[in-house]
């Protein structure tokens, strides 16, 4: 079974301070890296895809890979209440011949006016 | 619009009975996905499927049962064998199983035991 962990939370900061969240897993073969953030009782939504090392920035996203460390991150910058949510970090595994998603359980994050 | 569509939103089943849950997705993905939410709780893969007339279990498949008969359509069944089955039922579909499988979710059913 691989293994995504995140720290659960919850994470708070002020409004237009930067939120990082971050997520480590176990398998070294892993390829493509994904966050998705959840809102109260609705469903998840992609936000960030990531596949090779380094920086991936979209708008006040970025997105941080470090396949060696097997590490990949998720940078808010001028977060907002908006942002408040549960963020589930996803790590696709194609050792098999039918590739899957593995979801770590999410960190709860709040964004404070 | 394309999209995710599943049915009911909320769903109340008696124990012993089993219920239907719809997905259906006009994104003309290949492969599609069930998950099960708890409270407090990440993601847990039921069933999925990568091609029409073949579905894989998950890591929770015991209790359920799925098919795939259209490539637009996932329906899963919940059965009275699954003695804990209240739930967020959550239906994905990814375009490309084979390189990146971004995966794009459905609003979700709220299954409620009573």
């Known amino acids: 079974q691989k293994e995504v962990e995140q720290n659960s939370g919850p994470l708070s900061v002020p409004e237009g301070a930067i939120a990082s969240l971050n997520c480590t897993y176990s398998?070294?073969?892993?390829?493509?890296f994904f966050w998705y953030r959840q809102y109260s009782g609705k469903s998840p939504e992609l936000i960030m895809s990531?596949?090779?090392?380094g920086d991936k920035e979209d708008g006040r996203f970025t997105a941080q890979l470090n396949k060696a460390s097997q590490y990949v991150s998720l940078l808010i910058r001028d977060s907002q209440p908006s942002d408040s949510a549960t963020y589930l970090c996803?790590?696709?595994?194609?050792?098999?011949?039918?590739?899957?998603?593995?979801f770590g359980r999410g960190t709860q994050l709040t964004v404070w006016p | 619009d394309g999209g995710i569509t599943q049915s009911p939103k909320y769903l109340f089943r008696k124990e012993g009975q089993n219920v239907t849950l719809s997905c259906e997705q006009n994104?003309?993905?290949?492969?599609m996905y069930w998950y099960r939410q708890d409270p407090g709780q990440g993601l847990r893969l039921i069933y999925y499927?990568?091609?029409?007339?073949?579905?894989q279990k998950g890591d929770i498949a015991e209790g359920y049962s799925v098919s795939r008969e259209k490539k637009e359509s996932f329906p899963l069944t919940v059965t009275s064998a699954q003695k804990n089955p209240t739930a967020f039922y959550l239906c994905?579909?990814?375009?490309?199983?084979?390189?990146?499988?971004?995966?794009?979710f459905g609003p979700g059913t709220r299954l409620t035991v009573l």
């Open positions: 994905a579909s990814s375009p490309d199983r084979a390189v990146r499988n971004e995966q794009f």
């Open positions: 398998d070294r073969v892993s390829q493509s």
């Open positions: 990531i596949y090779s090392n």
């Open positions: 996803a790590v696709y595994d194609r050792g098999s011949t039918l590739g899957r998603l593995y």
């Open positions: 994104l003309n993905h290949d492969a």
């Open positions: 499927s990568q091609i029409v007339n073949d579905f």
